[in-house]
């Protein structure tokens, strides 16, 4: 929580200047990983900056936060959600979007996700486009990381 919350404290004069509101639910009771906090601070603030450019008029970002079971291992692991209210990504791009040099911005590297692809991977994590949302507007990045030993739903670390 600290990293997501040192990215949008980072970011909040950019973003409201935009017209960019951030907000949501960070719930996870647990939510201390093992890495390193300023790398884990530059994904989110990527996933920030990227949300806010698929907005040129505006929006609303939204964080959330909550503990889930791991894939096949059962380590509990902390998912963050971070959505927009831009175009979405288009299904025929969907799956390039972490590509290294690709970029569908005039101005872009395609550097971004796919660094931050890399980081959330060196962490043991994932992070994955889950989806456009209901209404087929946005688009929702999930980041799943584990939790450090001892840090369990229900126990203290």
Not at 30 to 52: I, K, M, Q, R, S
Not at 89 to 109: C, M, N, Q
């Amino acid at each position: 929580h600290r990293a997501v919350r040192r990215a949008v404290a980072a970011l909040s004069f950019q973003l409201e200047g935009g017209g960019i509101e951030i907000g949501g639910g960070i719930e996870a009771p647990e939510d201390t990983v093992l890495g390193n906090a300023e790398a884990l601070e530059g994904v989110f603030l990527n996933l920030f900056l990227n949300a806010a450019d698929a907005m040129p008029d505006g929006g609303r970002i939204s964080v959330a936060t909550r503990n889930a079971p791991g894939p096949q291992d059962g380590t509990e692991r902390i998912r963050v959600e971070v959505g927009d209210e831009g175009p979405g990504v288009p299904p025929d791009l969907s799956d390039r979007i972490f590509e290294p040099f690709f970029s569908t911005k005039k101005e872009g590297t395609g550097f971004g996700l796919s660094v931050a692809l890399s980081t959330v991977e060196d962490h043991g994590g994932t992070l994955r486009l889950d989806k456009t949302s209901d209404d087929g507007r946005g688009a929702v990045f999930v980041i799943e990381l584990p939790l450090a030993p001892g840090e369990r739903a229900g126990g203290a670390p």
